[in-house]
């Protein structure tokens, strides 16, 4: 059987996304798209040469018998509404990050997704398919370094427009370093406080820049997280783990290395869409298998997505309070097994 997806969101990643089903992944086909700018909806059906068609809305989308799975790749905010209208209409899901942009959405759709005694949803949580994180996962796992003690993860972007807000650091960027620590570690979080080092000249009005978050985890791990999203050099990607014996670091995937004029020199990736490509098609990869053979999706579930937006609530509380802010246990919502 071949997974016919909708899609919801033809902006950046939505677009990725589209071109990786159609192009490098096999067993899916993009039948239906939509977005609220029709304009780009249209420029993404020209610019991929789509065989799709354009809905002027995601109910109608939704109402296509055809349609087996959708993809939304939205902005966050429309995120819940769009998982529960796909969870009504009975379509798999592959939403990105976040699940939802509030706690309360996200327990609304697990529960959603419980009624139906189904796996339906999964979250674009990539970066537990990449082949780095992976890595670093068996080798903590190995127990050859002892216990993990500390984790250092940073997280820099080249630079962001206006709209990215101080508060967006958490669900927009953070969120990635709350999942995979999560998946990583085998632990739930405890407890966060935010430090803000002097901001750079680059931020704008309503952004500081950089953040600093740190954690507790429930078993004493410290998991200290930078969030630099004008950092002007590139995209850049780091997680070291220190052991009792040993520290194990991920390193970036670096294709080139230049000697030249006296120097020698590895060029950096600017974004997301190289660093992570081998990450988002294997994501999107699984979840076409899984569906396929009509196990529903096996990736990050909606149980996961609530627990990233949880921590990340608990980690906006915290930008605006001087101390250490608990963070919730985790409720439970429900979850029906998943
Ligand atoms: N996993 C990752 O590494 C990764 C990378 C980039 C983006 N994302 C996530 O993907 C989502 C989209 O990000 P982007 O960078 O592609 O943003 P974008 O602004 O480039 O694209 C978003 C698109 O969604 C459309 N849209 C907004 N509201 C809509 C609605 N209610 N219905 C239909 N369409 C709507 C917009 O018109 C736009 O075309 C965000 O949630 C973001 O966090 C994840
Ligand atoms: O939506 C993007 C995406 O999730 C990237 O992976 C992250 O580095 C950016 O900060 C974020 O804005």
């Known amino acids: 059987m071949t997974v016919r997806f909708g899609v919801i969101g033809t902006g950046a990643i939505g677009t990725e996304h589209i071109r990786r089903v159609e192009h490098r992944l096999s067993g899916g086909k993009v039948v239906a798209v939509t977005d609220i700018s029709l304009e780009a909806a249209r420029r993404c059906i020209d610019t991929l040469r789509l065989d799709a068609q354009l809905y002027e809305s995601e109910d109608e989308l939704f109402q296509d018998p055809s349609i087996d799975a959708v993809i939304i790749a939205s902005s966050g905010p429309a995120h819940e509404g769009s998982v529960l209208k796909a969870i009504g209409a009975g379509k798999y899901v592959f939403v990105e990050k976040p699940l939802a942009t509030t706690t309360d959405g996200c327990v609304r759709i697990v529960q959603a997704e419980a009624r139906t005694g189904r796996r339906l949803v999964q979250v674009g949580f990539m970066r537990r398919y990449d082949p780095g994180y992976r890595a670093l996962k068996s080798e903590i796992q190995s127990g050859r370094y002892g216990a993990p003690l500390m984790v250092r993860c940073v997280h820099r972007n080249a630079y962001v427009d206006e709209r990215y807000t101080t508060e967006m650091a958490v669900l927009d960027t953070l969120i990635h370093e709350i999942d995979i620590v999560r998946w990583l570690m085998e632990d739930e979080f405890d407890s966060v406080q935010v430090l803000y080092p002097k901001s750079t000249r680059h931020a704008h009005a309503r952004l500081k820049d950089p953040q600093i978050f740190n954690f507790f985890m429930q078993s004493g791990v410290v998991v200290m997280a930078e969030v630099f999203v004008n950092c002007q050099y590139g995209y850049d990607i780091q997680c070291d783990v220190v052991c009792e014996d040993g520290v194990i670091s991920i390193t970036s995937p670096q294709f080139l290395d230049i000697l030249h004029a006296g120097l020698r020199s590895h060029p950096l990736m600017q974004d997301w869409k190289l660093r992570f490509a081998d990450a988002y098609d294997a994501e999107l990869q699984d979840f076409i298998d899984h ?35 608990k963070i919730p246990q985790i409720r439970d919502p429900n979850l029906g097994g998943f």
């Open 291 to 325: 569906v396929e053979c009509g196990d529903g999706p096996r990736g990050p579930s909606s149980v996961d997505g609530y627990i990233a937006t949880l921590v990340g609530d608990a980690c906006v509380s915290a930008q605006t309070s001087k101390g250490w802010v």
